[in-house]
Structures are given as C-alpha cells and as structure tokens.
C-alpha cells in the first residue's frame, strides 16, 4: 500500500530535550511538507521540501529544523528552542509543489512537553 | 496577508439533510486552486473536494459540491444525504505562490460538523 507513515503516534519530551518526528512516504512524491496544529487553529506550515536536498521555511520554522537526505524520508526535529512545541504535527507529500497537486497526509504525531 | 476565513466554527445537521460549510478567501491572483480537507476524529486529513479558479464549472465528487463565486472570493462545501461517517472538522485551502517556482497551502481554521442520528 501506498502512503505516509509517521511515528511515533504520541512522544512525550522533557523541557530542553530536542526531538526528531519521523516521516517516510513511498508514493514517490517529489514534494513534502510538515504543519502544526493546534486546538482552534489550522494547520500552519513548518517547513517543506520540493526535492531531495532542498528545503524552505514556512510561516512557523523557529525552534525546528528539518533535512531531506532521501526522497522517502523528512525528519523533524523539535530543538529546544521552540517556546511552545506540544502540538499535534502532520507530515504531507505531494508529487510537486505545483498549485494543483493534492497533498496526502500522514496519520499525525502528538507532542506533549512535560 | 492572504487569508482563509471559515466563520463558523461549529455546526450540526441531521443524518440524511444537507448542509453547507461557508468558507471566504482573500487573493489578488485570478488563477489558483481550492481545497475542502476533511479530518475524521482518527485525524487523518483527506481531500474531498479540489476547485480550479479559472473554471466556471462548480466542482462535484459524489454528495458533496462546492458554490465558487469567484467575485465575491467565496468557496463553500454542500454535504447532501448526510451521513454519520461525515462527522469530522472540514478545513478550506487556498494554494498561494510561495516563490522559487513553489505553491504552498493556507488553511482556514476549520469547521467542526457533527451528524446527528
């Protein structure tokens, strides 16, 4: 089956602590994309990523960092920089970036800071 | 900034009514796309519905269609034969031209439908 994984489902961190979300996807998409969400809020954009490589920051990228080694795969990790980081996090690919392509979305990682 | 306003954050319907979920964008582009994205309690966003700025031909997948005026910037979800499965927060989308040749989705803050048996 085709699709996006993400893992793990729930991560608790420490304050101070950085952590790494994962998210692979075998659809062969060029592009992908991480978003926050919180109650009340839409989805807000981290980073993304057109190609292997690449990356750029969205509206949010303070406290995160990203990379993409691999086609299949673009970890996130939360530094200990970012003020508030629990939230519920969504991984996306897409086959580009262009404007009329459907983004697909993982199952999701919930972030508690204790 | 280029925004997406849903202004109704809560609604309910009855099993098998129709309801429309209202969602307004703010864009001085003439060609871009729409989305109506629905994610179920599991949280598993999907695409339900995607509309082209430049086609005068309202969107329909099924039960569900979309109103796109394009003058007055308003892109709204008609659910017909609402069934429980519909249950879910619906968020509106807007793609915008992020630069370097990238487009990037803007997500209004959602409406939360519940169907009522």
């Known amino acids: 089956d085709g699709g996006i994984t993400q893992s793990p489902k729930y991560l608790f961190r420490k304050e101070g602590q950085n952590v790494t979300l994962s998210c692979e996807q075998n659809l062969n998409h060029d592009a992908m994309y991480w978003y926050r969400q919180d109650p009340g809020q839409g989805l807000r954009l981290i980073y993304y990523?057109?190609?292997?490589?690449?990356?750029q920051k969205g509206d949010i990228a303070e406290g995160y960092s990203v990379s993409r080694e691999k086609k299949e795969s673009f970890p996130l990790t939360v530094t200990s920089a970012q003020k508030n980081p629990t939230a519920f996090y969504l991984c996306?690919?897409?086959?580009?970036?262009?404007?009329?392509?459907?983004?697909?979305f993982g199952p999701g990682t919930r972030l508690t800071v204790l | 900034a280029q925004t997406v306003t849903q202004s109704q954050p809560e609604m309910s319907v009855q099993e098998a009514e129709t309801v429309t979920l209202s969602c307004t964008y703010d864009?001085?582009?003439?060609?871009?796309?729409l989305f109506w994205y629905k994610q179920p309690p599991s949280r598993q966003m999907i695409l339900v519905i995607r509309?082209?700025?430049?086609?005068?031909q309202n969107a329909t997948e099924n039960r569900f269609s979309v109103n796109f005026q394009k003058a007055a910037k308003s892109f709204s979800l008609k659910i017909s034969d609402s069934q429980l499965g519909d249950t879910a927060m619906y968020f509106c989308?807007?793609?915008?031209?992020?630069?370097?040749?990238?487009?990037?989705?803007?997500f209004g803050k959602g409406t939360k439908l519940s169907v009522i048996p």
């Open positions: 509309q082209e700025a430049y086609k005068q």
């Open positions: 990523s057109q190609i292997v490589n690449d990356f």
């Open positions: 989308a807007w793609v915008a031209y992020s630069g370097a040749g990238s487009y990037q989705l803007t």
């Open positions: 864009t001085s582009e003439s060609n871009y796309y």
């Open positions: 996306a690919s897409s086959l580009t970036t262009a404007s009329y392509n459907e983004q697909f």
